[in-house]
């Protein structure tokens, strides 16, 4: 049972924007930035949000990311069949002194 | 070019140790935090632990604490992950990364698969 919970899977068509939800809590995302990050089958994770907002250099604005509270949110716009992969949210928990993963959510392009 | 690699993974009996290993180059390995973050067969990521950038200062997991053991060697530009006490929730997939300024972990190695099983 992950300390952030996200939606186990999303679905989209191309062009389409989705938005992946990530929930915490006050020792968690309500106190701490936010990251986001990409897994694709096969490879490595890639860090595709941080702080809450920022792109990393290479990263296309059709990724974005949002804080409210306790929650955290990725959105994606202009959906692409590339975007096929496993999503991530993590920050650091000042209760359990732990970095914390959400328990990802997986994007499917119809 | 910028890069982690680990090594280290395979095959150990339930009870065993293994010794992980993540070489990094391309960066000033000494100046960054560095992490352990590990997947289980269809399942997602976990973080593990974490060390400061001499060493002195460690984080770990629930899960892991006091069978796991984080190190580095900031000469030969290693990081470690000592694993006792091994048990098949331990089998995964352990992937070595690097946080920046920022607290994001923006360089991940290709990961090394640890299983344990009899």
């Known amino acids: 049972q992950s300390v952030l919970t996200q939606t186990p899977s999303a679905s989209g068509t191309p062009g389409q924007r989705v938005i992946i939800s990530c929930s915490g809590s006050d020792s968690n995302i309500g106190s701490n930035t936010v990251n986001w990050y990409q897994h694709l089958p096969g490879t490595t994770p890639k860090l595709l949000i941080y702080s809450i907002d920022q792109r990393p250099s290479g990263v296309p604005d059709r990724f974005s990311g949002s804080k409210s509270g306790t929650s955290a949110s990725l959105a994606i716009s202009d959906l692409q069949s590339a975007d096929e992969a496993d999503y991530y949210c993590s920050t650091w928990d000042d209760s359990l002194f732990v970095w914390v993963f959400g328990g990802g959510t997986r994007l499917t392009v119809l | 070019e910028v890069k982690l690699v680990e090594s280290g993974g395979g095959l150990v009996q339930p009870g065993g140790s293994l010794r992980l290993s993540c070489a990094a180059s391309?960066?000033?390995?000494?100046?960054?935090?560095m992490h352990w973050v590990r997947q289980a067969p269809g399942k997602g990521l976990v973080w593990v632990s974490r060390v400061s950038k001499d060493g002195s200062t460690t984080n770990y997991a629930d899960s892991v604490k006091g069978r796991f053991t984080i190190s580095r060697d900031n000469a030969k530009n290693t990081l470690f992950l000592q694993m006792d006490s091994l048990s098949a929730e331990d089998t995964a997939e352990y992937y070595c990364?690097?946080?920046?300024?920022?607290?994001?972990?923006?360089?991940w190695g290709q990961g090394t698969m640890v299983t344990v099983s009899s």
């Open positions: 990364a690097r946080i920046n300024s920022d607290d994001a972990l923006d360089l």
């Open positions: 391309g960066f000033s390995f000494s100046s960054y935090w």
